[in-house]
């Protein structure tokens, strides 16, 4: 089969075509015709960093954690799936898991689902990893109808999701982003925007919730901005982060009484941690996609396998507006 893979690890590290043995499936995974990978920030950092990343694979390496695609071989003890089944899922592209760049890979049954039916494969490959970390982060933090939530990074991978499953779980939403683009995506979702460049913590958390703050901060921009969620969050608050590596200062959390929640959702991947879950959540996905409540965002520019590079390049920009993402 054809892959897209790296030899060597580093920021422009490139992406060679390589012919690697077809996977056959083993016992409790399948064996998928991959029809497209969505590119995500974890990616761009594995290529980047190679092994000063925990989780980096040895070379050469296939990368894509992402897919969506057809089985064409069912291992032995897999229920629920059959050969001919349109599935996606993030199942590779770390560790000793092979990757989606690439036409086949083995996946295990655990971490897929039925595809959304009124998704093209294109549309359902962006959905796995930011799909599963936005359901993941507001189930730990509890949103439930009536809450008032915050998403910063509303229009991103992760917080486009976020606010839109908010919305569907009843919570009134809004979302910090910046610029036209961003601002009407968000609106767009039915929340409020909020331009974070244009509008201190004090004056949203006043206009947006008279002044108590937000029942639930989802912050999928992390790093220092933390702080921002800290302010941002009411009394026995709830905050939840995607990217919490950094020293910080828990002294306004603790005067808050605040809980935090960090959200990795690659630890059932890495460590065969309750991998079910992922499954689980990835039909649950699927189903709200297919009644209408969430769609995902995917960016104008489109790739094939062989532009992986350009592929990365796109997302590494800061121009795409959605996901990138790749057609095997």
């Known amino acids: 089969m054809q892959t897209m893979t790296l030899t060597s690890y580093g920021p422009d590290a490139a992406f060679t075509a390589a012919e690697l043995p077809k996977p056959v499936a083993t016992d409790g995974h399948v064996v998928v015709e991959v029809k497209a990978t969505s590119v995500n920030t974890v990616d ?4 980047a960093m190679g092994r000063d990343l925990p989780l980096s694979p040895e070379l050469p390496a296939v990368l894509g954690m992402d897919f969506a695609g057809i089985i064409t071989e069912v291992g032995a003890g897999v229920t629920g799936f059959a050969v001919g089944d349109e599935v996606y899922g993030c199942a590779g592209g770390l560790a000793d898991l092979q990757g989606a760049l690439a036409e086949f890979m083995l996946a295990d049954a655990r971490l ?30 509890g949103v439930a109808e009536g809450q008032s939530v915050l998403v910063h990074g509303g229009a991103g991978g992760v917080g486009h999701l ?40 004090v004056a949203y958390v006043t206009g947006h919730t008279g002044g108590a703050g937000f029942d639930v901060v989802f912050d999928t921009v992390g790093g220092a901005n933390m702080t921002n969620s800290f302010a941002a969050a009411a009394l026995n608050g709830q905050v ?16 808050k009484g605040l809980s935090l929640h960090i959200v990795f959702m690659l630890i059932p991947m890495l460590n065969d941690f309750r991998r079910a879950a992922h499954g689980e959540i990835l039909t649950k996905l699927a189903e709200l996609v297919d009644a209408g409540a969430v769609k995902p965002l995917l ?11 350009a592929a990365y390049a796109r997302l590494q920009s800061g121009q795409a507006l959605g996901k990138v993402v790749v057609e095997v």
């Open 112 to 141: 897929i689902a039925h595809k959304p039916k009124s998704l093209t494969m294109r549309e359902a490959a962006a959905l796995p990893l930011v799909g599963i970390t936005a359901y993941e982060g507001l189930t730990r933090g």
């Open 240 to 255: 939840v982060t995607t990217v919490a590596l950094l020293e910080l200062d828990l002294s306004p959390a603790h005067f």
């Open 162 to 201: 976020a606010v839109q499953i908010a919305r569907h779980l009843g919570a009134d939403v809004s979302a910090t982003g910046t610029g036209d683009d961003q601002m009407r995506i968000i609106e767009g979702y039915g929340a409020k925007s909020i331009d974070f460049k244009a509008e201190e913590v």
């Open 299 to 309: 960016d104008a520019e489109q790739f094939t396998l062989d532009q992986v590079g």
């Open 44 to 47: 761009t950092m594995i290529r």
